[in-house]
C-alpha cells in the first residue's frame, strides 16, 4: 500500500514538473515572438520611411 502511494507520489511530481517546465517554455516562447514581432514592425516601418524618403529626393 505505502509503495504503490509512493510510486503514484513520484508520478505526480513528475507531471507537475514537466507541466511546470512545459509552461516555462511557452512563457519563454511567446515572450519571444512578441520581441520578434515587435523588431520586424520596427525594422518594416524604418523601411517604409527609408523608401518614402528616397522617392522625394527622387522626385524633383
Not at 512578441?34 to 523608401?51: G, I, N, Y
Amino acid at each position: 500500500m505505502f509503495e504503490k502511494d509512493s510510486e503514484s507520489m513520484s508520478l505526480l511530481v513528475l507531471v507537475l514538473g514537466l507541466s511546470g517546465i512545459a509552461t516555462a517554455v511557452l512563457v519563454w516562447y511567446v515572450r519571444w515572438r512578441r520581441e520578434r514581432r515587435a523588431e520586424e514592425a520596427r525594422l518594416w516601418q524604418q523601411h517604409r520611411e527609408w523608401q518614402s524618403t528616397r522617392q522625394q529626393h527622387e522626385q524633383p
